[in-house]
């Protein structure tokens, strides 16, 4: 793996092909990402979003294209050092009750990208995983089985699980999904708070508006593996913008978005 020290970009993608079987996923997408910014990234299912965060994580194979990740130069099967500093939080899944592993345990898993599959962890290491339970308010369920939490509460592991890693790059992908409103609602002011106090660069993915947070630096509207506009929420996010992002007639966006502050383009 190659890295570029003079690239002050913590995300530089050029003109990424990503394909899967017939299936194209990402279409030629050009996206910067400066260090500290907190990027949404909106569009239907199926608009390429996941498939942006894959190639960040160095988890994706390009057919087409560059991409740059905290300075490094990312190939085929070289994310491996990368992915130490990239953390990622993946949709709230529903988890065995029976599962023989606490919250804590849970979280230090976090640690292993930098500990190494077969060294344990030490003081220090359960320390960063403690700092990362207080941050997310899990703190007082450390000894619960991970199985017996609520949602929102096994988002919150997930998101301390992430943070044991000591990211530089915090990529969530639908985080709220099946989250009641409540939850979701917590699960938002978690993500904002951690991304100011810890500097980190943030993409959040979500096809919900209602679940992007406010305080986005960005946003990213994707459809069909291209990314049709990029630029600051309170330009892009309009009745206008949203019908063509989802293919809905004006009065219907504006019966589901009544809220929104409806700009005209």
């Known amino acids: ?26 279409r030629g997408i050009s996206i910067r990402v400066n260090r500290g910014e907190f990027v949404g990234v909106i569009g239907p299912n199926g608009a390429g979003k996941t498939t942006l965060l894959t190639i960040i994580n160095g988890m994706g194979t390009l057919l087409h294209g ?46 292993y990208g930098r500990l190494g599959l077969f060294r344990r962890p030490k003081k220090h290491d359960w320390e960063i995983v403690d700092a990362a339970l207080d941050l997310v308010g899990m703190t007082h369920l450390a000894k619960r089985p991970i199985g017996h939490l609520s949602g929102g509460e096994q988002q919150r592991v997930a998101i301390a699980r992430c943070l044991a890693q000591e990211p530089e790059i915090f990529l969530l992908d639908e985080p709220t999904a099946s989250l009641d ?14 991304h100011e106090e810890r500097h980190l660069t943030t993409l959040f993915v979500t096809h919900d508006l209602d679940a992007l947070p406010h305080t986005c630096d960005r946003v990213v509207l994707m459809k069909d593996g291209l990314i049709i506009a990029d630029g600051a929420p309170d330009k892009l996010i309009s009745t206008e913008s949203l019908s063509n992002l989802y293919d809905m007639p004006l009065s219907a966006v504006e019966e589901r978005q009544p809220h929104m502050h409806r700009r005209k383009s």
Do not use: C, F
């Open 1 to 26: 793996m190659n890295v570029n020290k003079e690239n002050d970009h913590s995300i530089s993608i050029e003109n990424a092909v990503v394909s899967y079987r017939e299936d194209v996923a990402l």
């Open 66 to 111: 560059q991409i740059h990740v905290l300075g490094y130069n990312l190939a085929s099967g070289n994310g491996l050092s990368l992915r130490k500093k990239v953390g990622y939080v993946a949709q709230a899944q529903n988890i065995d009750p029976r599962m023989p592993m606490n919250v804590r345990e849970v979280a230090i898993i976090g640690r």
């Open 181 to 194: 409103w409540k939850a979701q609602t917590e699960i938002l002011e978690l993500v904002k708070r951690i």
